[in-house]
Structures are given as structure tokens and as C-alpha cells.
Nanobody, 121 residues
């Protein structure tokens, strides 16, 4: 019904940058909040950054000043620009979106399958 597909992960050296993208497709009427979460080995999934449909953002303290979340509402796509990457940023990054479809008519949470980001020291 709704698919979220992430891209842009990979291997980067500490201090480097990556840009993640997540495109939503399917029977979408509108998308409320969109966000990025991450899960490192042996740790719980945590919120990295989120953005409302109006563009308001919030970030985890650990990434403030280094990561920037943005979205293109026409393309149903959310981005995460990651700068000054650290080894502790290594994780699988998941895209999340609260999507209203033509079937449900209310927001439901959807998740991507994740993209691996590895930061070497």
C-alpha cells in the first residue's frame, strides 16, 4: 500500500558526510511527520531527527549541529544530511512516515527497511 525506500548509506571516514534519502510511494493522500531513526548493534532504535509537514524540526542531542533533516512534500521524500560523522553514528538508519492513504483516511506509521551507515575511525 505504502512503501518507504531509503538510499544513500555507505562507508565513510570519520569527519566525512553522507546524505540519506527516503522516498514514499503508494496510495498516499498526505504525509504528516517524517523522521529518521537509527539502531546500532546491541542498542535500541532511537530517534535521530524528525520534521513536520510544515517544516518544523527536532533532533537528538547527539546530532544537533551536525545533521540536517529536510523534506520535499511534492516528491514525498525526506532527506538527512549528515556532516562531521563520528564512529558512534554507525548504525542502520530507518525512515519513518505518518501517512494518510486513500484507504485509511487517518495517519498510520510506515517504516523503510533501513540503510547501513558505517563510519570508520
Amino acid at each position: 500500500q505504502v512503501q518507504l525506500v531509503e538510499s544513500g548509506g555507505g562507508l565513510v571516514q570519520a569527519g566525512g558526510s553522507l546524505r540519506l534519502s527516503c522516498a514514499a510511494s503508494g496510495s498516499i493522500l498526505s504525509i504528516n511527520n517524517m523522521g529518521w531513526y537509527r539502531q546500532a548493534p546491541g542498542k535500541q532504535r532511537e530517534l535521530v531527527a524528525a520534521i513536520t509537514s510544515g517544516g518544523s524540526t527536532n533532533y537528538a542531542d547527539s546530532v544537533k549541529g551536525r545533521f540536517t533533516i529536510s523534506r520535499d512534500n511534492e516528491k514525498n521524500t525526506v532527506y538527512l544530511q549528515m556532516n562531521s560523522l563520528k564512529p558512534e553514528d554507525t548504525a542502520v538508519y530507518y525512515c519513518n512516515a505518518a501517512v494518510i492513504t486513500i484507504v485509511t483516511m487517518w495517519p498510520e506509521d510506515y517504516w523503510g527497511k533501513g540503510t547501513l551507515v558505517t563510519v570508520s575511525s
